[in-house]
């Protein structure tokens, strides 16, 4: 079973960051968190990742709690090609094998 | 820049019959795998392998076979087609080592057997 929580679906406007929350209360000292989005059924892709530091790349931001049980990725200004299944996996370094729930439905309104 | 391609795109099968899946990927990475996505269902392993030679079976491997003989290539094999192998395939592939590199992924096989 997966070992991260997402909601079902959200909705954000076009231009709004857009927050996506994930629990992972579980989560081990050496688990990465793992952000993927899948549009229209095509192959996952990857977003970002993060041990317990906060992450910035070119195309979202990963905010990790102190504890690590929760993390939140943050599309800085959402677009409506970024209308996607968004997955938020925990993976142990090493281990290549991912686990995947069912992810949140974001939908960018215009 | 090719990354992982996946072959055939869609393709519809009679109950028994079998197939093969194509995986080749031109980023020189050790590990590749299959998954599989049901509806409204996130992806499930069904194999994978750490190099040539080295195969493993994931969370769902009744029903396919893999082989592994060169680092490039990594087919999936159905050996009697069922419907409820009905699905779309992806595969997948990253580098080897203790670390965090994410996994890079093919567009996917649509596969419906009738």
């Known amino acids: 079973d997966a070992k991260t929580t997402q909601p079902t679906s959200m909705d954000c406007a076009e231009g709004r960051a857009a927050n996506l929350p994930c629990n992972h209360s579980t989560i081990s000292g050496n688990e990465y968190v793992y952000w993927y989005r899948q549009i229209h059924s095509q192959g996952p892709q990857y977003i970002i990742h993060?041990?317990?530091?906060?992450e910035t790349n070119e195309m979202a931001s990963l905010i990790i709690t102190e504890d690590r049980k929760s993390s939140t990725l943050i599309l800085p200004h959402a677009t409506l090609r970024d209308t996607a299944v968004y997955y938020c996996i925990v993976r142990v370094a090493g281990n290549y094998q991912l686990i995947w729930g069912a992810g949140t439905k974001l939908i960018i309104k215009p | 820049n090719a990354g992982v391609t996946q072959t055939p795109k869609f393709q519809v099968l009679k109950t028994g019959q079998s197939m093969t899946l194509q995986c080749a990927q031109d980023m020189n990475h050790e590990y590749m795998s299959w998954y599989r996505q049901d509806p409204g269902m996130g992806l499930r392993l069904i194999h994978y392998?750490?190099?040539?030679?080295?195969?493993d079976q994931g969370e769902v491997p009744n029903g396919y076979n893999v082989s592994r003989s060169t680092t490039e290539d990594f087919p999936l094999r159905l050996l009697s087609a069922a419907p409820s192998q009905t699905s779309v395939y992806f595969c997948?592939?990253?580098?080897?080592?203790?670390?965090?590199?994410?996994?890079?992924f093919g567009d996917g096989t649509r596969l419906s057997i009738l």
């Open positions: 392998s750490v190099g040539a030679g080295i195969t």
């Open positions: 997948a592939s990253s580098p080897l080592g203790w670390g965090s590199q994410p996994q890079h």
């Open positions: 993060g041990l317990k530091n906060n």
